[in-house]
């Protein structure tokens, strides 16, 4: 005698959101600092801003820094929260709903 085998459909792959958020962060900073460094004028112009940098300016840049960082962070993982709370809400298979079969 055969017992019926259950076969689940797979679920889709998952969109990766944070690696999609950060590398969109990364490809910006890239591009404005080739953008900055493409053109000597440009070159002169960083380079005197931030010889004209106070010990206050850096320290507030670091923070800022920090903070977009932390932001960024919390975005890909308010994200990816959302997309798990989706996922197990179209979950259309209980595990009530499928019969157990007794070892053999």
Known sequence: M???TIVEAPSPPRTRWAAI????LF???AAIALWMLADADRRDTVADGLLALTP???VT??????GVLILVGGAAGL???AQRKLATAADPV???D???SPAE
Do not use: C, E
Request: hydrophobic residues 65%; aromatic residues 4%.
């Open 2 to 4: 055969s017992t019926p």
């Open 21 to 24: 958020i950060w590398g969109l």
């Open 27 to 29: 490809a910006a900073i």
């Open 56 to 58: 206050t300016a850096i």
């Open 61 to 66: 840049i670091l923070l800022l820094t920090v």
């Open 79 to 81: 994200i990816r929260r």
């Open 94 to 96: 209980a595990q009530a």
């Open 98 to 100: 499928v019969p157990v």
